[in-house]
């Protein structure tokens, strides 16, 4: 991932910094886990600050264009020996020129501001994470992070209505993700055209990422030509497109070019896949990726991220034997899966955590057994026989003790 131009450290409208506030807002013991959470937010700030610059530089591309035209058709009329009608006419035809450029600065800006809002509403989002309202706050996480799933997984409807429901649209990005979905539907479609205007729109970016996603798509669209025989557009195609590639991707030009001799139909492996239905797939995951890495998001929807990072500190082998605990969430098929990627979690000591007040058993709090077998600590036993007159009942079994009869466990 590309480094960021705006980092979750920046700036509030206040002026302090997120790190700043998050430190005024937590006690000193509870910042660090409040700090390290503000981390992971990066995608929330990066994303519409980058949607923002992309208009700003679309608005100022329109407003040379149109102003060159102008100054030119000014300079033109001033030197062509025009009756009073043509000049009349011709500037007329300026004014209107003007006319139109200037609705179009004025929808721009409107489009600026309420981007610039969106960025200014995350901000504040991002300032009100205090401590005394983490659950709310999380609460409100959970949710853009579910809606940033389902638009990665083409749930556009449903994303649309879980964040209108919980009134977060300012808060995820539904429009980023359905200028993507535009392409992504005509990829599938088999059509290059929608991409290659994308690519139009951001060459300059992709330049100095050195990315070949254009090039693929103008390689797609030759083997399209060469598919259906027209052998003769293809060559001028080449000529046309893929020609200016040729100084820096020479070998694959000349495995593309091959192609008119070998035809569709050929069974050369080398050639044979070049027209197989999944170059087409394989675009379109080009395309997310570089999408991706265009807006600064992470490559994995933030959902998977999430649930590997809880998931890294809990996979051991023991996990995929057959008799793992169903307590165990790695004993799902869904989340092995994801997990399968992930290192095992290294355990140089054992550590034993309570079932009941999930803490852990150390000397401190040192682990006892039931008569059943089952261990829990003793602070989680000692609070329960204080409530209940002596009695322990095992949450596991439901079977019912006296806590003289629980005996001190000792671990070598």
């Given at each position: 991932?590309?480094s960021s131009p705006m980092e979750v450290d920046?700036?509030?409208?206040?002026?302090?910094?997120?790190?700043?506030?998050?430190?005024?807002?937590?006690?000193?013991?509870?910042?660090?886990?409040?700090?390290?959470?503000?981390?992971?937010?990066?995608?929330?700030?990066?994303?519409?600050?980058?949607?923002?610059?992309?208009?700003?530089?679309?608005?100022?591309?329109?407003?040379?264009?149109?102003?060159?035209?102008?100054?030119?058709?000014?300079?033109?009329?001033?030197?062509?020996?025009?009756?009073?009608?043509?000049?009349?006419?011709?500037?007329?035809?300026?004014?209107?020129?003007?006319?139109?450029?200037?609705?179009?600065?004025?929808?721009?800006?409107?489009?600026?501001?309420?981007?610039?809002?969106?960025?200014?509403?995350?901000?504040?989002?991002?300032?009100?994470?205090?401590?005394?309202?983490?659950?709310?706050?999380?609460?409100?996480?959970?949710?853009?992070?579910?809606?940033?799933?389902?638009?990665?997984?083409?749930?556009?409807?449903?994303?649309?209505?879980?964040?209108?429901?919980?009134?977060?649209?300012?808060?995820?990005?539904?429009?980023?993700?359905l200028e993507a979905k535009k392409v992504i539907?005509?990829?599938?479609?088999?059509?290059?055209?929608?991409?290659?205007?994308?690519?139009?729109?951001?060459?300059?970016?992709?330049?100095?990422?050195?990315?070949?996603?254009?090039?693929?798509?103008?390689?797609?669209?030759?083997?399209?030509?060469?598919?259906?025989?027209?052998?003769?557009?293809?060559?001028?195609?080449?000529?046309?497109?893929?020609?200016?590639?040729?100084?820096?991707?020479?070998?694959?030009?000349?495995?593309?070019?091959?192609?008119?001799?070998?035809?569709?139909?050929?069974?050369?492996?080398?050639?044979?896949?070049?027209?197989?239905?999944?170059?087409?797939?394989?675009?379109?995951?080009?395309?997310?990726?570089?999408?991706?890495?265009?807006?600064?998001?992470?490559?994995?929807?933030?959902?998977?991220?999430?649930?590997?990072?809880?998931?890294?500190?809990?996979?051991?082998?023991?996990?995929?034997?057959?008799?793992?605990?169903?307590?165990?969430?790695?004993?799902?098929?869904?989340?092995?899966?994801?997990?399968?990627?992930?290192?095992?979690?290294?355990?140089?000591?054992?550590?034993?955590?309570?079932?009941?007040?999930?803490?852990?058993?150390?000397?401190?709090?040192?682990?006892?057994?039931?008569?059943?077998?089952?261990?829990?600590?003793?602070?989680?036993?000692?609070?329960?026989?204080?409530?209940?007159?002596?009695?322990?009942?095992?949450?596991?079994?439901?079977?019912?003790?006296?806590?003289?009869?629980?005996?001190?466990?000792?671990?070598?």
């Amino acid at each position: 991932m590309s480094s960021s131009p705006m980092e979750v450290d920046a700036q509030l409208p206040n002026g302090n910094s997120i790190a700043a506030v998050a430190a005024a807002a937590a006690p000193p013991s509870k910042f660090g886990k409040l700090a390290e959470s503000l981390k992971l937010e990066h995608q929330l700030l990066r994303v519409p600050f980058e949607h923002y610059k992309k208009t700003i530089r679309s608005n100022h591309r329109s407003v040379e264009k149109e102003v060159s035209a102008v100054i030119s058709g000014v300079s033109d009329a001033a030197d062509s020996d025009l009756s009073r009608d043509e000049a009349v006419n011709q500037l007329s035809s300026l004014v209107s020129r003007l006319q139109g450029l200037k609705r179009k600065l004025e929808e721009g800006n409107r489009t600026e501001h309420l981007q610039a809002q969106k960025c200014r509403t995350r901000l504040e989002h991002l300032e009100c994470a205090e401590l005394e309202n983490m659950s709310e706050w999380n609460s409100t996480r959970l949710k853009r992070i579910l809606v940033d799933y389902m638009l990665r997984m083409s749930y556009y409807d449903t994303a649309v209505k879980l964040a209108e429901s919980s009134n977060i649209q300012d808060l995820v990005d539904i429009d980023v993700f359905l200028e993507a979905k535009k392409v992504i539907d005509a990829l599938q479609k088999k059509e290059v055209g929608p991409a290659l205007a994308w690519c139009a729109d951001n060459k300059s970016r992709l330049k100095k990422s050195k990315s070949k996603f254009e090039f693929q798509l103008r390689l797609q669209e030759f083997i399209e030509l060469v598919r259906a025989d027209n052998n003769m557009r293809a060559i001028s195609y080449a000529r046309k497109y893929l020609a200016p590639w040729g100084a820096t991707h020479m070998k694959e030009l000349q495995r593309v070019m091959a192609t008119l001799a070998f035809r569709s139909s050929t069974e050369c492996p080398l050639y044979k896949v070049l027209f197989e239905e999944k170059q087409w797939e394989f675009l379109a995951d080009q395309f997310k990726q570089e999408f991706c890495k265009l807006y600064g998001m992470t490559l994995e929807p933030l959902l998977n991220i999430y649930l590997q990072a809880g998931l890294s500190a809990l996979k051991t082998p023991f996990c995929y034997e057959d008799d793992c605990t169903k307590e165990d969430p790695l004993s799902q098929e869904a989340f092995r899966k994801l997990a399968q990627p992930l290192p095992y979690s290294k355990q140089h000591h054992s550590k034993l955590v309570c079932y009941i007040t999930k803490e852990l058993m150390d000397t401190e709090n040192p682990p006892l057994v039931l008569p059943n077998g089952y261990v829990y600590s003793t602070k989680a036993l000692e609070d329960m026989a204080k409530q209940n007159n002596g009695k322990i009942t095992c949450p596991r079994t439901g079977e019912v003790c006296d806590y003289t009869k629980v005996v001190k466990a000792y671990i070598s």
